[in-house]
C-alpha cells in the first residue's frame, strides 16, 4: 500500500532551520514530481516547493531564498530544508507525490503532515 512518512517537525526560534524528510513506500518517486505543501490554522493549504521528475524546481514566492527542496529517488525521498524561519511559516507541513503516467494518468498521495512551529 503507498504510504508517505514525514519527519523532522518540531519547534523551533526565528531564525532557525529545520530540514523535513519524506519517505515513501509503493510509489514511483522516478515519474513523479513531489513536493511540500502547508496548512496555517484557519488557512488553506498551499504550495511551498515542488521538484520534478527532471530537476525542475518551483518555491512560494515567501519561502524563496530561505527553503531548498531536494530529492533522492533511489531512497524514495524528499527533503525541505528551511532556514531564516519566520513566527509566519508555522504550519502542518505536508508532503505530496504526484505520478504521472504515459497514458495522462496522474496519481496524488498524501503523508500525514508533520508539525513545523516557529517562535518568536
Known amino acids: 500500500q503507498e504510504q508517505l512518512v514525514e519527519s523532522g517537525g518540531g519547534l523551533v526560534q526565528a531564525g532557525g532551520t529545520l530540514r523535513l524528510s519524506c519517505v515513501g513506500s509503493?510509489?514511483?518517486?522516478?515519474?513523479?514530481?513531489v513536493g511540500w505543501y502547508r496548512q496555517a490554522p484557519e488557512k488553506q493549504r498551499e504550495l511551498v516547493a515542488h521538484?520534478?521528475?527532471?530537476?525542475?524546481?518551483h518555491y512560494a514566492d515567501s519561502v524563496k531564498g530561505r527553503f531548498t527542496i531536494s530529492r533522492d529517488n533511489a531512497k524514495n525521498s524528499v527533503y525541505l530544508q528551511m532556514s531564516s524561519l519566520k513566527p509566519e511559516d508555522t504550519a502542518v507541513y505536508y508532503c505530496n507525490v504526484e505520478e504521472s503516467y504515459r497514458n495522462g494518468e496522474r496519481l496524488s498521495f498524501w503523508g500525514q503532515g508533520t508539525q513545523v512551529t516557529v517562535s518568536s
Open positions: 509503493a510509489i514511483l518517486f522516478d515519474i513523479s514530481t
Open positions: 521538484i520534478t521528475n527532471e530537476g525542475n524546481t
